[in-house]
């Protein structure tokens, strides 16, 4: 419970912003490291996803002034 309220407190001190774990990068990371425009890789991590070989979560990452859900993807082959 007091790692809980821990996390909670530290969530909300730093106005709920995400910090994704290692491995979990955005479409337009992965497009970057594959050397593939963005429309294709999110073909490709779409199908991923779909057929359980790709894990998506939401974080939420600053983005200018604002604080956004942005999904990251983690390839689990």
Excluded: C
Aim: glycine share 10%; hydrophobic share 45%.
């Amino acid at each position: 419970m007091a790692n809980l309220l821990a996390d909670l407190a530290a969530a909300l001190a730093n106005g709920g912003i995400d910090t994704p774990p290692d491995g979990y990068w955005t479409t337009l990371q992965h497009a970057e490291a594959a050397g593939l425009s963005i429309q294709q890789a999110n073909k490709i991590i779409k199908a991923g996803v779909l057929a359980g070989k790709v894990e998506r979560k939401t974080f939420r990452i600053r983005n200018g002034a604002r604080v956004v859900p942005i999904p990251h993807y983690r390839v689990i082959l």
